[in-house]
T-cell receptor
Framework: AQRVTQPEKLLSVFKGAPVELKCNYSYSGSPELFWYVQYSRQRLQLLLRHISRESIKGFTADLNKGETSFHLKKPFAQEEDSAMYYCALEISGNTGKLIFGQGTTLQVKP | DAGITQSPRHKVTETGTPVTLRCHQTENHRYMYWYRQDPGHGLRLIHYSYGVKDTDKGEVSDGYSVSRSKTEDFLLTLESATSSQTSVYFC?????????????FGPGTRLTVT
């Protein structure tokens, strides 16, 4: 079955602390994975995609096929990182169909 | 923000009434999607379109229908609204030929069915 799991509904950290938002997936093909973010009163937007191997706003995510994971990490959290984060798996390259995880709210306290 | 608008932005309706939500894009993107966002479920795909008059079901399509008569417009219809369809609905678009596909999202429509 195709599935994306984000086990934490809420992750609360202090400013300057490291952050890791967990994402696990189940997929029989070669996975294409994304992290999307929704800041307060803003639209859902792409944060990063694994194929680009880029770092956006200090966040990185490494695809671990052995553990079927795509955890999002940042070494030092900032208050402006507070948002809802969704991990997503592309299940059809022809149509761009995505399966999203349940989402994790990141709260960065001052 | 990509040129995506949704209307209405908020709607309250009664059980059993039909409701149509509109998504309009000015980007000329081929693919359009309707999602619903619910706590504990994240975003779930309702229907999507891969061109004018070409649509297909997503994972939670029961009780919903869609139409796309023009590239720029994608309509979502709840034939007979139920309380379980109270949700926030998001439209998204993406462009073919640029893998993997980034989706651009609209501002959302908050629908309450009483």
């Amino acid at each position: 079955a195709q599935r994306v799991t984000q086990p934490e509904k809420l992750l609360s950290v202090f400013k300057g602390a490291p952050v890791e938002l967990k994402c696990n997936y189940s997929y029989s093909g070669s996975p294409e994975l994304f992290w999307y973010v929704q800041y307060s009163r803003q639209r859902l937007q792409l944060l990063l995609r694994h194929i680009s191997r880029e770092s956006i706003k200090g966040f990185t995510a490494d695809l671990n096929k052995g553990e079927t994971s795509f955890h999002l990490k940042k070494p030092f959290a900032q208050e402006e990182d507070s948002a809802m984060y969704y991990c997503a798996l592309e299940i059809s390259g022809n149509t761009g169909k995505l399966i999203f995880g349940q989402g994790t709210t990141l709260q960065v306290k001052p | 923000d990509a040129g995506i608008t949704q209307s209405p932005r908020h709607k309250v309706t009664e059980t059993g009434t039909p409701v149509t939500l509109r998504c309009h894009q000015t980007e000329n993107h081929r693919y359009m999607y309707w999602y619903r966002q619910d706590p504990g479920h994240g975003l779930r795909l309702i229907h999507y379109s891969y061109g004018v008059k070409d649509t297909d079901k997503g994972e939670v399509s029961d009780g919903y229908s869609v139409s796309r008569s023009k590239t720029e417009d994608f309509l979502l219809t709840l034939e007979s609204a139920t309380s379980s369809q109270t949700s926030v609905y998001f439209c998204a678009i993406s462009e073919a030929g640029q893998q993997p596909y980034e989706q651009y999202f609209g501002p959302g429509t908050r629908l309450t069915v009483t």
